[in-house]
C-alpha cells in the first residue's frame, strides 16, 4: 500500500526516538501522555508521598538555589524543601541527580484553550462575558505547552475593546473537563485594553466604532465606572428602602463585574503599550481610588517605572518583541530588566500558544538583555506571574504548603539545550518525555489500523448480504503494519466494552 | 558577572567605525571557525577587511593593532537565510511595506533595490548577531530575485553581497490550511492552485520560448525578440545558473512541488519549506535538493504528531543526509525578531541535531546555500571579516553579544534604538536615595 | 411589480379549489392482518392482527379478529412497529419582515423565546421525509437564535398543525447561538451567548419580580413590559422546561453549568460524541436527546491519509458505541435524526449502533419510541402498539434493525401513507432553472430555481416575488422526477409549495400543489455548474 509511505518513514524516526538517553530514573508512576485527546487521558494518580532526590532545586522562593537538594510532595502538597529529606515510607523516589528542578512555570498571558472565539469585540466593553465559560480542555496545546514545563496559565479575552471579558486562571490538568481546569480560587481578572487595538487601527472593518483615538478609549472607560457607581447606589437606596413592594433595580451583569474592579474585587489585567495610556490607566484608577493590577505586554514599561511602582501595579511582559505595530516602536527587550530593577513585580508571558511551551527559555531573555540574575529570571514565569494572577499562595515557588507544582529538567532550566522531562501538577504527573516518546508507536499503530479498517469498510463489496463477515472489523493490512504490535485496546473490535475501556477515567 | 564585566570594558576600547587600521589582530580568544574545530587561545588576523590568518600560531605584524581578547570567544557572524529585512520597517504600516507587490508574476522584482540601509531593525538585528541578510520578495507566484546584503553600509549598492541569489516560487498548496484566521476554503485554494500551477507553467513555457529566441538572435540566425523583463529574469533558472527557491509547507505539496521541478528539468532548486520536509528526508537527499527549513519552532501541523516534531526536524533532515540551513520564517514580524534565529537552531541542537551542525545550519551552511559561502560564514583566511564577539556559546540565550564587526570594521551598537533607550531611561534619575538593584546593569549594552 | 407577482401567486390561484387535507375515504376502521408485531421492545407477536379505529389502536393479538367494518390489510411476511418518535427536530423560522423587537420583544434578535413554532408545525416536505424514515410524531423546535421559542409536539399527519397537534407549547428551546463573530453586533462570541443567557434569564426573573412590586404598589415609575422576557418568567423560575442544544459534548457541560447556575428545568440535545466525556455528561443528571449523526468513513485519498485526524479516525470508530455507553452509564436518553442531511439515515446509523456499537435492538428500538415517548409526556399515547394508543406504525419488510431496512408504510393517526421506494437518481438537476408557472386561471408567472449539489444531496433556492432567493426546504430526484418543496410565506401563502418536474437533459415539465391551487409548470436549465460529482 503505498500510502503508507510516510507514515513508515515516520515511523522509523520515531523507533530510533523511542529510547530516550536521559530519561529520569525511578519514576514508576504512570502518566497518560502522548495521547493527542484530551477524554482519553485518566487523571495520573498522586501518589502518597513523592520524593525527588539530589537534584539542583530553584525554589523561586526564600531558600533560594538548593544544589543537592530533595523536595518532598505528600498527597499533592509540597512537604520540605532541602538537603538530605527523610522520606516516608511508600514513597515514589525520583533519582534526579544531574537534572534541575523548578516550580511549574506559569503563563500570566495565554489564549490558548479557549473556543468560540477570544473577542467579544462587537460592543465597546463587555465586562459580562466570562473566559471561564469557554474554557477549552481538549485544546492539544495544553499537552504541548505542559511539555515544556508549563503548569498554569492566565486565560484571556483579546483586546479588540477597552474592556473586554473576565479572565481564568487554569492549571493545565490534561484530560480532565474545563471545571477542573479553573482555578476558582484564584484572584478575579479582567481584561482591559488600551491603544491601537480597541481603536481598531489595524482591523478592516466596515463599520467604525467608538472610539478611535486613545483620549476616547479613556472616556469610554471612565463611563463604566462612573455608571458602575450609579448603579451601586441605586441597589443602595433599594436595599435601604423598607417599602417592600418598591420595584428593585435592573441586575446588571456587566457593572457587577465592573463594581468589583472598584471593590478591590478584580484585578485589572490591561493590555497596554505606550507610556501615555499606562499613566492614563493608572489616574483613573487612583481617581476610583483602586489600583490596576497588572498591565499586559506594557512595552514601554520602562519608560514609566518609577510610576508603575509608585502605583503598585504588576507588569507582565514580552521578552523582546517589538515593531509590528507603530506603538511598540519603542519597545525593547531591556523593558523587563529595567521594571525590575525599579522594584516593578515584572513578568514574561507568551500571548502565543507557540511561545508558551519555551517560557524558560523567555526567562533566560532577562539574563541576556540587562543581566537579571539568574534566580530572579526564573521568577519572571514563576513567582511574579503567580503574585500577579493572585495565586502565590498556591503556586509559583516550592515552598512547603503549595501545591506540587513542578518540572523536571533535563539540565539548567534557563539552558537552550535543556528539555522538560517531567511536569507535575497537584503532585500527579502530567507529563513525561520518556512516556510519550515510548507511546508515540502505538499512537502511530492506531491510526494506520484504524485508517486500514476504514478503508476496508470502503472496499466492501456493495453486493455482500447480510450475515456474510463482512461486519467484523477488519485487521490492519499487513504490509501497513508497524513493527511493534498495536495497543490492544485500539486493535480490538470496537465494541461498547471496549470504547468504555477507551473512555474509563 | 566581573568576568563579563572586564571583557565590556575591553571591547569599549576598540575602535568603532572610521578608525580602523589595516591590519588588525584579535589575540588570545577562543575562536569557533565552524568550518573546524574550535581554538583556544587563538589569533585572527585582519587586513582589509578579510581574514588572513587565524590559529595559535598567527604572526602579528608590527604594524598591526592588537586587541587582547582573553576569555571571549570569537564566532562568524550569523546569516539570515531567508527575511523581509529592510523591506519592512513596521509591518502593519502599510507605508513601510516594500516586499509583497501585487499580480501573480513578479519575476523581474528586485529585493535590493528597496533595501532601507537605515532602518531602525539593522542596528538591533547586529546587536544580535546577525550581521549578513537574504532578502526576498514575497508577493505572487513569481516573486522576484533576491540579494544577500551585508547589514552596515552606506545604501542598497553598498551592503549588497550578490544580488540575483535565486528566484523565488510560490508553489500552491493543495488544500486548505486548518485553523488560523479565516483560512480559506476547500474551494478557494483549488481555484487558487489551478491558477497559480497556470501561472508557472505558462511563464516558464514563454521563458524557455524566450530564451531560445534569444540565443538564435545571439548566433545570428533570428532577429532579436523584444525585451521582456519578467521572462529574461528567469532565463538563468533554466539553465541552471540562478537557483530556483520553491516555496512548499505542507507534505502533499511539497512532493508535489518536487515532482514538478523534475518535470520542469529545474537543476538547481532550494526548497523553502517546514517540519514537513523531514518526512521526505530520503528523497531530498537523494534528489540533491537543498532545504531552508522554517519552522523549527512552530508547533506540530497535525495533533496526532509528537510534540516536538518540528524541534526535531532538523535533525531528521540531517540524518537523512539532507544539506539544510535553518530560517525563521521570515515574515514581518519576523523581520523585527531576526537576533533569535540561533535559538531556532539551538531548540534544533536540543532535540538531537549535532551541536556543530546546529550552529553551521545558522553560519557556514546558510552561506554556502546562497553562494556567499566564501564570503562570510566561517573564519578562515580569505573570508570577510565578519565576526562577533561573545561571552560564551552563541546559541545560548544567556549568552551575551560583546562585539560585532562587518569586514573588519567594528559595528557600533551605540546606533541600536534599543540600546539608545534603554541607556536613556536606564539613566532616569531615581526615586530619592533608590540604588540600582544590580552593579553593573546600566552597562549592558555600551560595547 | 412586487405586488402584482405576489397577487398572482396568491390570489390568482385561489379561483381553484383548495386542495384540502389528503383525508383517505371510506370508513377510518382498519385491520393489518398476519402480521407479525413488535408490541414493544422486547414484546414480539410472531403472528397476529392490529385493528385501527378512528386513529386509535384498538386490539391487537395473536387471536383478534378483524371486526367485519374494517378494511383488511393482509401483511404477510411484514413487520409492523410503533412509529418512531423524535423528540427533536427544528424548523426554520419562516421570514418575517416585520421586525419582531418593534412588536416589543427583546433588542436582541438573538432573543426570540415568544416564538411558538405552533402556528407553523412541520412542512410537508420534511414530514414527508420523516415518515420515510419511519417517525410519526415529534417535538418541533423553532431553529435560530439563542432563545429560539417553544417547541410542539405534533403528529407527521396531513392537514397542518390543527389536524396534528398534540401538545401546543412543549418547552423552550436554547443554543449558545451568536451572530458570527466581529462586526456583526453582539454576541460575537461563544462566552457572549453564554453571558447573554445569563443577563437574559435575570432580567426575566426582574421583569417578573418588577411588575408584581408594582401591582402591589402603582404609585411609582412602572417597570417594562418585554413580551420576550414576560415569555421566559416560567423558565427563569424553573417552572417550564427548556431544551438546550449543544455542538459538542463540552457544550452539555456547558449548559450543565448554566442548568446548575438557574436551577433550570431541562433536558440536553447532545451532540453524538459524549463517549468522550460519559462521567462528566452522566453527572449532569438531565435526561439527553442525542443526535446519531454518525460520521461517514473517513475518506483519505489514497496516497494522502495524513489529512486524516486521529480524533477523526477514532470518532468514525467509536461514534456507533455512544448510545450504549450512554445507556450503560445510567443516562436517560432518546435518539434523534437531528443532524442528519437525511432523516432516513437515522435507521441506517441505528443499524450500525447495533452491529458495530453494542446496542441490542431492543434498546435501540425503545431508544427511537418508549424513550423519546417519555421525555415527551405522551407515552399514555404513543412508543407502543398497544390498545389506546394512537394508530401511529411502522410497516417494515423483515427487520427494521438490519442495514437497509425497507420501510413499506406509516400510519399516522390510523391514515396510511404508502412509502414508495425512491428510484435511483437517472438525472443530476443542479443548475439555474427559469420556471414557467402557470396557474389553474391561465395566468403565467416566472420564476428562477438555482440547485446546487449531487442528486443525491440537492439543495437550492427558489425566486419571491420580490426576487429574493428564498431557501427549498427539500429538494430530491426519483430516476427522471425531480421533487420540490418549498415556504409559501414569502409569496403571501403561509403553507408548502410543492411541485414535481419530469426532466430530460435541461428541460422539464410537471406541476404542483400551493396552498391556493394546483398549477402547472415548465422548466429550462440555462447554467449548469462545471462539475458535478
Same mark, same amino acid.
Given at each position: 500500500m503505498t500510502s503508507a509511505k510516510p507514515f513508515s518513514m515516520r515511523f522509523i524516526f520515531l523507533l530510533a526516538l523511542a529510547v530516550p538517553a536521559s530519561a529520569v530514573c525511578g519514576s514508576a508512576v504512570a502518566s497518560t501522555t502522548g495521547d493527542p485527546s484530551a477524554w482519553r487521558n485518566d487523571r495520573p494518580e498522586q501518589p502518597s508521598a513523592v520524593i525527588v532526590r539530589?537534584?539542583?532545586?530553584?525554589?523561586?522562593?526564600?531558600?533560594?538555589?538548593?544544589?543537592?537538594?530533595?523536595?518532598?510532595?505528600?498527597?499533592?502538597?509540597?512537604?520540605?524543601?532541602?538537603?538530605?529529606?527523610?522520606?516516608?515510607?511508600?514513597?515514589?523516589?525520583?533519582?534526579?541527580?544531574?537534572?534541575?528542578?523548578?516550580?511549574?512555570?506559569?503563563?500570566?498571558?495565554?489564549?490558548?484553550?479557549?473556543?468560540?472565539?477570544?473577542?467579544?469585540?462587537?460592543?465597546?466593553?463587555?465586562?459580562?462575558?466570562?473566559?471561564?465559560?469557554?474554557?477549552?480542555?481538549?485544546?492539544?496545546?495544553?499537552?504541548?505547552?505542559?511539555?515544556?514545563?508549563?503548569?498554569?496559565?492566565?486565560?484571556?479575552?483579546?483586546?479588540?475593546?477597552?474592556?473586554?471579558?473576565?479572565?481564568?486562571?487554569?492549571?493545565?490538568?490534561?484530560?480532565?473537563?474545563?471545571?477542573?481546569?479553573?482555578?476558582?480560587?484564584?484572584?478575579?481578572?479582567?481584561?482591559?485594553?488600551?491603544?491601537?487595538?480597541?481603536?481598531?487601527?489595524?482591523?478592516?472593518?466596515?463599520?467604525?466604532?467608538?472610539?478611535?483615538?486613545?483620549?476616547?478609549?479613556?472616556?469610554?472607560?471612565?463611563?463604566?465606572?462612573?455608571?458602575?457607581?450609579?448603579?451601586?447606589?441605586?441597589?443602595?437606596e433599594h436595599n435601604a428602602s423598607r417599602d417592600r413592594n418598591r420595584v428593585p433595580p435592573r441586575r446588571d451583569l456587566q457593572l457587577e463585574a465592573i463594581l468589583e474592579i472598584l471593590d478591590g474585587?478584580?484585578?485589572?489585567?490591561?493590555?497596554?503599550?505606550?507610556?501615555?495610556?499606562?499613566?492614563?490607566?493608572?489616574?483613573?484608577?487612583?481617581?476610583?481610588?483602586?489600583?490596576?493590577?497588572?498591565?499586559?505586554?506594557?512595552?514601554?514599561?520602562?519608560?514609566?517605572?518609577?510610576?508603575?511602582?509608585?502605583?503598585?501595579?504588576?507588569?507582565?511582559?514580552?521578552?523582546?518583541?517589538?515593531?509590528y505595530k507603530y506603538e511598540v516602536i519603542d519597545a525593547i527587550p531591556y523593558n523587563g530588566a529595567i521594571m525590575w530593577d525599579r522594584d516593578v513585580l515584572v513578568s514574561f508571558n507568551s500571548d502565543s500558544s507557540e511561545l508558551a511551551r519555551r517560557m524558560n527559555l523567555e526567562a533566560a531573555k532577562a539574563v541576556r538583555y540587562g543581566n537579571v540574575p539568574e534566580e530572579e529570571a526564573l521568577k519572571f514565569v514563576t513567582l511574579n506571574p503567580a503574585i500577579q494572577l493572585g495565586v502565590d499562595d498556591r503556586i509559583g515557588s516550592l515552598e512547603p504548603g503549595k501545591d506540587a507544582d513542578f518540572v523536571i529538567w533535563s539540565g539548567d532550566p534557563l539552558s537552550t539545550y535543556s528539555v522538560a522531562e517531567q511536569t507535575w501538577i497537584d503532585g500527579r504527573k502530567y507529563f513525561d518525555r520518556a512516556d510519550d516518546l515510548a507511546r508515540r508507536d502505538a499512537v502511530t499503530a492506531e491510526r494506520e489500523a484504524l485508517i486500514s479498517k476504514a478503508r476496508s469498510f470502503k472496499e466492501k463489496p456493495e453486493e455482500e448480504g447480510e450475515g456474510s463477515d463482512e461486519t467484523a472489523p477488519a485487521e490492519p493490512e499487513s504490509e501497513t503494519e508497524p513493527e511493534t504490535e498495536p495497543e490492544t485496546e485500539t486493535d480490538a473490535e470496537p465494541t461498547a466494552g471496549a470504547l468504555r475501556q477507551g473512555v474509563n477515567r | 558577572m566581573s568576568r563579563s564585566l572586564t571583557l565590556l570594558c575591553c571591547l569599549a576600547l576598540l575602535p568603532v567605525s572610521g578608525a580602523f587600521a589595516a591590519t588588525t589582530a584579535y589575540v588570545g580568544a577562543t575562536v569557533h571557525p565552524v568550518?573546524?574545530?574550535?581554538?583556544?587561545?587563538?589569533?585572527?588576523?585582519?587586513?582589509?577587511?578579510?581574514?588572513?590568518?587565524?590559529?595559535?600560531?598567527?604572526?602579528?605584524?608590527?604594524?598591526?593593532?592588537?586587541?587582547?581578547?582573553? &576569555?571571549?570567544?570569537?564566532?562568524? *557572524?550569523?546569516?539570515?537565510?531567508?527575511?523581509?529585512?529592510?523591506?519592512?520597517?513596521?509591518?502593519?504600516?502599510?507605508?513601510?511595506?516594500?516586499?509583497?507587490?501585487? *499580480?501573480?508574476?513578479?519575476?523581474?522584482?528586485?529585493?535590493?533595490?528597496?533595501? $532601507?540601509?537605515?532602518?531602525?531593525?539593522?542596528?538591533?538585528?547586529?546587536? *544580535?548577531?546577525?550581521?549578513?541578510?537574504?532578502?526576498?520578495?514575497?508577493? &505572487?507566484?513569481?516573486? *522576484?530575485?533576491?540579494?544577500?546584503?551585508?547589514?552596515?553600509?552606506?545604501?542598497?549598492?553598498?551592503?549588497?553581497?550578490?544580488?540575483?541569489?535565486?528566484? $523565488?516560487?510560490?508553489?500552491?498548496?493543495?488544500?486548505?490550511?486548518?485553523? &488560523?484566521?479565516?483560512?480559506?476554503?476547500?474551494?478557494?485554494?483549488?481555484?487558487?492552485?489551478?491558477?497559480?500551477?497556470?501561472?508557472?507553467?505558462?511563464?516558464?513555457?514563454?521563458?524557455?520560448?524566450?530564451?531560445?529566441?534569444?540565443?538564435?538572435?545571439?548566433?545570428?540566425?533570428?532577429?532579436?525578440?523584444?525585451?521582456?523583463?519578467k521572462l529574461a529574469a528567469l532565463v538563468p533558472v533554466l539553465d541552471g545558473r540562478m537557483p530556483l527557491f520553491l516555496y512548499a509547507d505542507e507534505l502533499s505539496q511539497i512532493e508535489s512541488a518536487l515532482d514538478w521541478a523534475k518535470e520542469r528539468e529545474i537543476s538547481n532548486l532550494v526548497l523553502v519549506t517546514g517540519p514537513d520536509a523531514a518526512y521526505l528526508g530520503e528523497r531530498l537527499a537523494a534528489d540533491g535538493v537543498r532545504v531552508l527549513l522554517n519552522g523549527v519552532l512552530a508547533r506540530p501541523d497535525r495533533d496526532w504528531e509528537p510534540y516536538d516534531a518540528a524541534y526535531t526536524a532538523a535533525k531528521r533532515l540531517h540524518e537523512a543526509g539532507v544539506e539544510f540551513c535553518i530560517g525563521d520564517g521570515g515574515d514581518g514580524f519576523d523581520a523585527a525578531h531576526v537576533r533569535n534565529l540561533p535559538f531556532h537552531a539551538a531548540m534544533a541542537a536540543a532535540h538531537g541535531l549535532p551541536h556543530d551542525v546546529a550552529l553551521r545550519s545558522v553560519t557556514l551552511s546558510a552561506a554556502e546555500l546562497l553562494g556567499i559561502g566564501d564570503r562570510v560564514g566561517s573564519l578562515e583566511p580569505g573570508k570577510d571579516a565578519t565576526f562577533i564577539a561573545t561571552n560564551g556559546d552563541p546559541l545560548e540565550i544567556k549568552t551575551q553579544i560583546l562585539g560585532a564587526w562587518i569586514e573588519g570594521e567594528k559595528i557600533d551598537f551605540s546606533l541600536d534604538r534599543q540600546k539608545r533607550l534603554h541607556e536613556k531611561y536606564d539613566n532616569r534619575p531615581r526615586p530619592d536615595g533608590d540604588q540600582p538593584a544590580v552593579e553593573g546593569l546600566r552597562e549592558q549594552g555600551k560595547g | 411589480m412586487k405586488c402584482t407577482r405576489a397577487c398572482a401567486w396568491g390570489f390568482a390561484l385561489t379561483a381553484l379549489v383548495a386542495a384540502g387535507a389528503a383525508q383517505a375515504r371510506g370508513p377510518a376502521v382498519h385491520a393489518l392482518t398476519d402480521v407479525r408485531i413488535v408490541v414493544a421492545p422486547g414484546q414480539t407477536i410472531e403472528k397476529g392482527t392490529v385493528v385501527i379505529r378512528d386513529g386509535v389502536i384498538v386490539a391487537v393479538g395473536a387471536d383478534v379478529a378483524p371486526p367485519a367494518d374494517a378494511r383488511i390489510w393482509e401483511h404477510t411476511d411484514l413487520t409492523v412497529y410503533p412509529g418512531l418518535i423524535d423528540a427533536y427536530v427544528e424548523r426554520s423560522w419562516p421570514r418575517k419582515k416585520d421586525d419582531e423587537a418593534a412588536d416589543g420583544g427583546h433588542e436582541n434578535a438573538l432573543v426570540r423565546p415568544e416564538r411558538a413554532i405552533t402556528v407553523h408545525g412541520v412542512d410537508d416536505g420534511t414530514a414527508k421525509k420523516l415518515r420515510e424514515a419511519g417517525f410519526t410524531t415529534v417535538a418541533v423546535a423553532p431553529e435560530d437564535g439563542l432563545f429560539r421559542g417553544r417547541s410542539a409536539i405534533l403528529n407527521l399527519g396531513d392537514g397542518g398543525p390543527d389536524q396534528n397537534l398534540l401538545r401546543a407549547s412543549h418547552a423552550q428551546n436554547v443554543t449558545f447561538a451568536t451572530t458570527g463573530g466581529f462586526g456583526n453586533g453582539y454576541p460575537g462570541s461563544l462566552m457572549g451567548s453564554v453571558a447573554l443567557f445569563r443577563q437574559t434569564l435575570l432580567d426575566a426573573r426582574w421583569q417578573e419580580k418588577a411588575w408584581s412590586a408594582y401591582s402591589a404598589n402603582p404609585a411609582q415609575k412602572r417597570p417594562p413590559m418585554n413580551t420576550a422576557l414576560a415569555a421566559l418568567a416560567d423558565v427563569a423560575g424553573g417552572r417550564e422546561l427548556v431544551v438546550l442544544e449543544g455542538d459538542d459534548a463540552l457544550d452539555a457541560l456547558r449548559s450543565a453549568s448554566m442548568i446548575g447556575e438557574f436551577g433550570l428545568k431541562a433536558h440536553l440535545v447532545g451532540s453524538g460524541d459524549e463517549y468522550k466525556w460519559l462521567d462528566e455528561v452522566a453527572a449532569i443528571g438531565v435526561p439527553l436527546i442525542v443526535p446519531l449523526n454518525l460520521p461517514d468513513l473517513p475518506d483519505p485519498p489514497k496516497e494522502d491519509d495524513m489529512v486524516l485526524s486521529l480524533e477523526e479516525l477514532r470518532h468514525w470508530d467509536q461514534a456507533p458505541g455512544n448510545p450504549k455507553a450512554l445507556l450503560d452509564a445510567g443516562v436517560t436518553v432518546a435518539l434523534t435524526a437531528h443532524g442528519l442531511d437525511d432523516p432516513k439515515k437515522i435507521l441506517s446509523n441505528l443499524w450500525q449502533a447495533t452491529d458495530r456499537g453494542g446496542l441490542s435492538a431492543d434498546e435501540a428500538l425503545a431508544l427511537v419510541t418508549t424513550a423519546p415517548a417519555g421525555l415527551l409526556e405522551i407515552s399514555d399515547r404513543a412508543g407502543t402498539v398497544a390498545k389506546g394508543k394512537m394508530a401511529n406504525l411502522v410497516v417494515v419488510e423483515g427487520d427494521l434493525f438490519t442495514e437497509k431496512p425497507k420501510v413499506r408504510e406509516v400510519w399516522v393517526d390510523g391514515h396510511r401513507f404508502e412509502i414508495k421506494e425512491s428510484k435511483p437518481a437517472e438525472i443530476e438537476p443542479a443548475g439555474t432553472w427559469n420556471l414557467t408557472v402557470t396557474t389553474g386561471d391561465g395566468q403565467t408567472l416566472p420564476a428562477v430555481m438555482v440547485l446546487t449539489g449531487d442528486a443525491a444531496n440537492l439543495s437550492g433556492t427558489i425566486s419571491d416575488p420580490d426576487g429574493n432567493q428564498v431557501p427549498l426546504s427539500s429538494a430530491s430526484v426519483s430516476g427522471m422526477r425531480l421533487e420540490i418543496v418549498f415556504d409559501g410565506t414569502a409569496y403571501g401563502m403561509p403553507g408548502d409549495i410543492e411541485f414535481t418536474m419530469d426532466i430530460e437533459g435541461d428541460s422539464g415539465s410537471g406541476s404542483g400543489t400551493s396552498p391556493a391551487g394546483e398549477f402547472t409548470i415548465k422548466g429550462q436549465r440555462s447554467e449548469t455548474p462545471e462539475v458535478i460529482r
Open positions: 539530589n537534584a539542583t532545586i530553584w525554589t523561586s522562593g526564600p531558600r533560594g538555589k538548593l544544589e543537592g537538594g530533595d523536595l518532598l510532595v505528600r498527597g499533592g502538597k509540597i512537604r520540605a524543601v532541602g538537603e538530605g529529606l527523610t522520606a516516608p515510607a511508600g514513597a515514589l523516589e525520583i533519582d534526579a541527580a544531574g537534572k534541575h528542578v523548578t516550580p511549574g512555570l506559569i503563563d500570566a498571558h495565554s489564549h490558548a484553550a479557549i473556543t468560540g472565539g477570544v473577542n467579544e469585540g462587537s460592543n465597546i466593553t463587555t465586562a459580562e462575558v466570562r473566559i471561564q465559560d469557554v474554557i477549552d480542555s481538549t485544546d492539544v496545546d495544553i499537552y504541548r505547552q505542559l511539555a515544556g514545563g508549563l503548569t498554569a496559565a492566565n486565560l484571556m479575552h483579546g483586546s479588540a475593546n477597552s474592556i473586554g471579558g473576565q479572565t481564568a486562571t487554569i492549571k493545565l490538568r490534561w484530560g480532565a473537563p474545563p471545571a477542573e481546569l479553573f482555578m476558582a480560587n484564584a484572584f478575579a481578572g479582567i481584561k482591559f485594553a488600551l491603544g491601537e487595538n480597541p481603536k481598531q487601527s489595524n482591523w478592516n472593518v466596515d463599520e467604525r466604532r467608538y472610539p478611535q483615538t486613545r483620549p476616547g478609549v479613556e472616556q469610554s472607560i471612565r463611563e463604566r465606572f462612573t455608571a458602575a457607581l450609579d448603579y451601586r447606589r441605586k441597589w443602595n474585587k478584580r484585578g485589572i489585567q490591561s493590555h497596554s503599550y505606550r507610556a501615555d495610556e499606562i499613566i492614563m490607566l493608572m489616574r483613573i484608577a487612583e481617581d476610583f481610588d483602586f489600583t490596576v493590577k497588572c498591565f499586559q505586554h506594557v512595552l514601554e514599561g520602562y519608560k514609566v517605572a518609577d510610576e508603575l511602582a509608585s502605583h503598585g501595579a504588576g507588569a507582565s511582559t514580552f521578552s523582546d518583541w517589538w515593531a | 568550518s573546524s574545530p574550535a581554538i583556544e587561545s587563538a589569533t585572527i588576523l585582519v587586513e582589509d577587511g578579510k581574514i588572513v590568518a587565524v590559529g595559535t600560531e598567527v604572526e602579528i605584524p608590527a604594524d598591526a593593532v592588537s586587541f587582547d581578547m582573553t &576569555g571571549v570567544h570569537l564566532y562568524p *557572524g550569523f546569516v539570515h537565510p531567508l527575511s523581509v529585512l529592510g523591506l519592512t520597517e513596521i509591518s502593519s504600516v502599510r507605508g513601510t511595506r516594500d516586499f509583497s507587490e501585487i *499580480g501573480e508574476v513578479n519575476s523581474d522584482i528586485r529585493a535590493e533595490v528597496a533595501f $532601507h540601509a537605515d532602518s531602525e531593525l539593522l542596528p538591533v538585528a547586529m546587536s *544580535g548577531g546577525i550581521l549578513t541578510a537574504h532578502v526576498a520578495p514575497t508577493g &505572487g507566484v513569481f516573486r *522576484g530575485t533576491s540579494a544577500a546584503v551585508k547589514l552596515e553600509g552606506w545604501n542598497w549598492e553598498d551592503m549588497t553581497m550578490a544580488s540575483g541569489v535565486g528566484a $523565488h516560487v510560490a508553489y500552491p498548496r493543495l488544500r486548505a490550511r486548518t485553523g &488560523g484566521f479565516n483560512p480559506p476554503t476547500e474551494e478557494e485554494v483549488k481555484e487558487r492552485k489551478e491558477k497559480a500551477l497556470e501561472a508557472l507553467n505558462e511563464t516558464l513555457d514563454d521563458t524557455k520560448a524566450y530564451a531560445t529566441a534569444m540565443a538564435a538572435a545571439l548566433e545570428g540566425k533570428a532577429p532579436k525578440p523584444e525585451y521582456d523583463a | -
